[in-house]
């Protein structure tokens, strides 16, 4: 089945250690995001991919970076994470960014910073 | 303002009995897509139903409907038979605009309970 696939699912770092996160999709599709999404509140854009060109939100912290090295991969790096930064991390993807294409999302990864 | 507003934070259903979760949106693009998602305790978001601007109809999907009021602004999902499983946190979120790279705009969320 196409699908969005993140991992590790459930990531552990301390304070401060750089850390990667990791998505790929088999749709095929040209749009990948990311969002922040903390307990209890809805998901945060961080930035997107519309192919290669990258969108940054303009309160995203320097301290997030993104890759997408070809169109099934896009990385998140966390270059010094805080205690703050503990999170889940949801990869979406989308066919266009027409209002009309749904967001399809992995299963996440749960971020731990100790 | 905001553009998408749950004002239910928590909803409790009895198994079998349909529900209605609350949303209210606000732009000024006549063009614009509304969506639901679950999310269960895993954390997944799951799409549910889509309904358009332009959709004269209200969309179904299954158990799911979308009570499109477009005077209104408003979106509520409809979750009829409950079961189970459908407890989750449940967002409404819309997309301004055709080919604009405009971003998804989420509401706070609604955590539904189903009681056996």
């Known amino acids: 089945d196409a699908m969005v696939i993140q991992n590790p699912r459930y990531q552990v770092t301390q304070f401060g250690k750089p850390v990667t996160l990791s998505c790929s999709q088999t749709?095929?599709?040209?749009?990948m995001y990311w969002y922040q999404q903390k307990s209890s509140q809805a998901p945060k854009l961080l930035f997107h991919?519309?192919?290669?060109?990258?969108?940054n939100e303009a309160d995203t912290p320097d301290n997030f970076q993104s890759r997408r090295p070809n169109t099934s991969f896009c990385f998140l790096d966390i270059r010094s994470p805080g205690l703050g930064d503990a999170a889940m991390y949801l990869c979406?993807?989308?066919?266009?960014?027409?209002?009309?294409?749904?967001?399809?999302f992995g299963p996440g990864t749960r971020l731990t910073v100790l | 303002a905001q553009k998408i507003t749950q004002t239910q934070p928590g909803m409790f259903v009895q198994e079998k009995e349909a529900v209605t979760l609350d949303c209210t949106y606000d732009?000024?693009?006549?063009?614009?897509?509304l969506f639901w998602y679950k999310q269960p305790s895993s954390g997944e978001m799951i799409f549910l139903i889509y309904?358009?601007?332009?959709?004269?109809q209200n969309a179904t999907e299954g158990r799911y409907s979308l009570n499109f009021q477009k005077a209104r602004k408003s979106a509520n999902l409809v979750i009829s038979a409950s079961q189970l499983g459908d407890s989750a946190m449940y967002f409404c979120?819309?997309?301004?605009?055709?080919?604009?790279?405009?971003?998804?705009?989420f509401g706070t969320g609604t955590s539904l309970t189903v009681i056996p």
């Open positions: 979406a993807t989308s066919e266009t960014d027409s209002s009309y294409n749904e967001q399809f």
């Open positions: 749709l095929n599709h040209n749009v």
């Open positions: 979120a819309m997309r301004e605009g055709a080919n604009t790279g405009n971003q998804f705009y």
């Open positions: 991919y519309y192919d290669k060109d990258f969108n």
């Open positions: 309904q358009g601007s332009y959709d004269q």
């Open positions: 732009t000024s693009d006549p063009s614009y897509g």
